[in-house]
T-cell receptor
Framework: DQQVKQNSPSLSVQEGRISILNCDYTNSMFDYFLWYKKYPAEGPTFLISISSIKDKNEDGRFTVFLNKSAKHLSLHIVPSQPGDSAVYFCAAGRGSNYKLTFGKGTLLTVNP | ETGVTQTPRHLVMGMTNKKSLKCEQHLGHNAMYWYKQSAKKPLELMFVYSLEERVENNSVPSRFSPECPNSSHLFLHLHTLQPEDSALYLC?????????????FGPGTRLTVT
């Protein structure tokens, strides 16, 4: 039973355009959400996070939106750059529990 | 540079071998984690150590044995593994007093069991 789902295994975007990566979750107890980026042969790198008390968090070109009623979050990258090409993982946490539940990831390719 | 290093980066072992994976974090964190990433599956949490005490053991078979001698080092001892244990093993660390969610990962050890 996957509690965090990334339904798009891959996404291809033109350089300069917006990339939108989506994530759905089923557990309403999750109160913290994160996005990680992973390049080949490297571990995941923390990118941006959002608490359930907010609906938006922005950091430079990266914005995460949270829709609690729909149990949906998205990561927007504007403008997309070729160096953003990587696998993006959505993850969720609950309370002070250490456990993060990850999605399977979406491979983003940004074409020059 | 993530501040979390793992050795070896690649490991091939037979089912009767005993080997260990090593993780070291240079971030001053006090919680450390082992994750497993199999092909086409999400990252799966295996173990969590906080202040050198194991706080989570996620129903992992006993052929995987973790050890945390201090807050900077974490080991995963492997013995009598099965081919289905072949995967990428990732170590992570976080600061216990802050948001434990913001975990910082090492590059992983690619393990192949033959």
């Amino acid at each position: 039973d996957q509690q965090v789902k990334q339904n798009s295994p891959s996404l291809s975007v033109q350089e300069g355009r917006i990339s939108i990566l989506n994530c759905d979750y089923t557990n309403s107890m999750f109160d913290y959400f994160l996005w990680y980026k992973k390049y080949p042969a490297e571990g995941p790198t923390f990118l941006i996070s959002i608490s359930s008390i907010k609906d938006k968090n922005e950091d430079g070109r990266f914005t995460v939106f949270l829709n609690k009623s729909a149990k949906h979050l998205s990561l927007h990258i504007v403008p997309s750059q070729p160096g953003d090409s990587a696998v993006y993982f959505c993850a969720a946490g609950r309370g002070s529990n250490y456990k993060l539940t990850f999605g399977k990831g979406t491979l983003l390719t940004v074409n020059p | 540079e993530t501040g979390v290093t793992q050795t070896p980066r690649h490991l091939v072992m037979g089912m009767t071998n005993k080997k260990s994976l090593k993780c070291e974090q240079h971030l001053g964190h006090n919680a450390m984690y082992w994750y497993k990433q199999s092909a086409k599956k999400p990252l799966e949490l295996m173990f969590v150590y906080s202040l050198e005490e194991r706080v989570e053991n996620n129903s992992v078979p006993s052929r995987f044995s973790p050890e945390c001698p201090n807050s900077s080092h974490l080991f995963l001892h492997l013995h009598t593994l099965q081919p289905e244990d072949s995967a990428l093993y990732l170590c992570a660390s976080s600061q216990d007093s802050g948001l434990p969610y913001e975990q910082y990962f090492g590059p992983g050890t690619r393990l192949t069991v033959t």
